[in-house]
């Protein structure tokens, strides 16, 4: 993002901070970049909370130091992803304008779309182009508006540094995972036919959809329907604490009494994912979805592929972070490969960042 630019490239580790856990993946800055490394490290349940707010500093802190201790990382520069409703993302409507104008501009247009004080928040955009459905009365382009207040940004930045690392680059995580997924799926879709696609993020603390538009993010939404909303629904279920609850989610799932909890809330995530889905589809007459690709922890939630197959306007398909990536490190093993295919999409695109990027 603009404010957070650095002056010099660097190659970068990507690190993805959630409230079950941070996940750093390490990519060579080659012309075929190699993963070189990666580590996950779990997080106790009361570090963040769903929303997003560090309940437990020194625990993260810890959690980081340990992170990179034994994860075989060449650098301590690290490209990281905000998390939580301090920072949104919003596609508006505006006069046609240069992108100068638009930065001249920026905080007043923004007033009117977030809800924050313009004066506490770092403000960042992308131009997305014409606003097809005015061009025949006041002409007015599409702008992918981002707001990250600033207090959180520069908290976050202290946290990292206190665990000994290098803060390059702050991104969103709808941004780093469309960067993950225009390097490894670019040619794919267009070998496909395809030029849109709904990324979807079942991540502990909130599900994200972004769309992917040729090489744009240009529509980013998060739902609080997540991975522990379901557990607490098991939680209150059986009067159990909040890690028995998830045990009993993961390694009970297909007792009778758990299974159809799980096909519900299924169906009640996939429902939601439609509403978004047709929201962005109504905001012209001309949009449609071709593909739909999913990851995070939350793919594995019994009888959730099926449902979304049974629901979604578009094929769907598991988004693999390292379709691209043409080797691995030697200190990386299978295991943790199979665990970046579900868990690391937004950790690699982090990492596929340059300390130079806008």
Same mark, same amino acid.
Request: aromatic share 8%; net charge negative.
């Given at each position: 993002?603009?404010?957070?630019?650095?002056?010099?490239?660097?190659?970068?580790?990507?690190?993805?901070?959630?409230?079950?856990?941070?996940?750093?993946?390490?990519?060579?800055?080659?012309?075929?970049?190699?993963?070189?490394?990666?580590?996950?490290?779990?997080?106790?349940?009361?570090?963040?909370?769903?929303?997003?707010?560090?309940?437990?500093?020194?625990?993260?802190?810890?959690?980081?130091?340990?992170?990179?201790?034994?994860?075989?990382?060449?650098?301590?520069?690290?490209?990281?992803?905000?998390?939580?409703?301090?920072?949104?993302?919003?596609?508006?409507?505006?006069?046609?304008?240069?992108?100068?104008?638009?930065?001249?501009?920026?905080?007043?247009?923004?007033?009117?779309?977030?809800?924050?004080?313009?004066?506490?928040?770092?403000?960042?955009?992308?131009?997305?182009?014409?606003?097809?459905?005015?061009?025949?009365?006041?002409?007015?382009?599409?702008?992918?508006?981002?707001?990250?207040?600033?207090?959180?940004?520069?908290?976050?930045?202290?946290?990292?540094?206190?665990?000994?690392?290098?803060?390059?680059?702050?991104?969103?995580?709808?941004?780093?995972?469309?960067?993950?997924?225009?390097?490894?799926?670019?040619?794919?879709?267009?070998?496909?036919?395809?030029?849109?696609?709904?990324?979807?993020?079942?991540?502990?603390?909130?599900?994200?959809?972004?769309?992917?538009?040729?090489?744009?993010?240009?529509?980013?939404?998060?739902?609080?329907?997540?991975?522990?909303?379901?557990?607490? $629904?098991?939680?209150?279920?059986? /009067? +159990? %604490? &909040?890690?028995?609850?998830?045990?009993?989610?993961? #390694? @009970?799932?297909?007792? !009778?009494?758990?299974?159809?909890?799980?096909?519900?809330?299924?169906?009640?995530?996939?429902?939601?994912?439609?509403?978004?889905?047709?929201?962005?589809?109504?905001?012209?007459?001309?949009?449609?979805?071709?593909? $739909?690709?999913?990851?995070?922890? /939350? +793919? %594995? &939630?019994?009888?959730?592929?099926?449902?979304?197959? #049974? @629901?979604?306007?578009? !094929?769907?398909?598991?988004?693999?972070?390292?379709?691209?990536?043409?080797?691995?490190?030697?200190?990386?093993?299978?295991?943790?490969?199979?665990?970046?295919?579900?868990?690391?999409?937004?950790?690699?695109?982090?990492?596929?960042?340059?300390?130079?990027?806008?």
């Amino acid at each position: 993002m603009r404010f957070l630019d650095s002056l010099l490239k660097k190659q970068l580790v990507g690190l993805d901070i959630g409230i079950s856990g941070i996940k750093a993946v390490e990519i060579s800055s080659e012309k075929s970049p190699r993963l070189l490394a990666y580590n996950r490290i779990p997080l106790n349940w009361d570090t963040i909370s769903i929303e997003g707010e560090i309940k437990d500093r020194n625990a993260l802190v810890q959690a980081l130091k340990k992170l990179f201790s034994v994860g075989n990382f060449s650098s301590k520069n690290v490209s990281v992803s905000a998390f939580g409703r301090s920072i949104i993302s919003k596609r508006i409507s505006v006069p046609m304008m240069t992108e100068e104008e638009l930065d001249e501009q920026l905080y007043w247009e923004a007033e009117q779309y977030i809800p924050f004080n313009t004066d506490e928040v770092n403000l960042d955009f992308a131009i997305l182009g014409p606003n097809t459905q005015t061009l025949a009365q006041e002409p007015k382009m599409d702008v992918l508006l981002v707001a990250a207040k600033k207090d959180f940004v520069n908290s976050l930045k202290s946290l990292v540094k206190e665990a000994g690392l290098n803060p390059v680059i702050v991104d969103t995580q709808a941004f780093a995972l469309g960067n993950s997924f225009e390097f490894n799926y670019h040619s794919w879709l267009k070998e496909q036919g395809c030029t849109t696609a709904v990324l979807i993020d079942f991540g502990a603390g909130s599900t994200k959809i972004s769309v992917i538009e040729g090489h744009q993010t240009t529509f980013s939404r998060d739902i609080q329907h997540c991975g522990t909303q379901c557990t607490e $629904i098991i939680m209150e279920k059986f /009067g +159990v %604490n &909040l890690e028995d609850a998830e045990r009993l989610k993961i #390694e @009970k799932a297909s007792d !009778p009494s758990i299974r159809p909890l799980l096909i519900e809330y299924s169906h009640l995530i996939s429902d939601e994912i439609s509403k978004s889905i047709d929201f962005f589809l109504s905001q012209a007459n001309d949009r449609s979805v071709d593909a $739909i690709f999913t990851c995070g922890g /939350g +793919v %594995n &939630l019994l009888g959730l592929n099926e449902v979304l197959k #049974e @629901k979604m306007p578009a !094929p769907v398909y598991l988004l693999n972070p390292l379709k691209h990536i043409v080797g691995t490190g030697h200190q990386v093993n299978q295991i943790a490969i199979q665990e970046i295919a579900y868990l690391g999409a937004v950790a690699t695109g982090l990492s596929l960042r340059k300390s130079g990027d806008h």
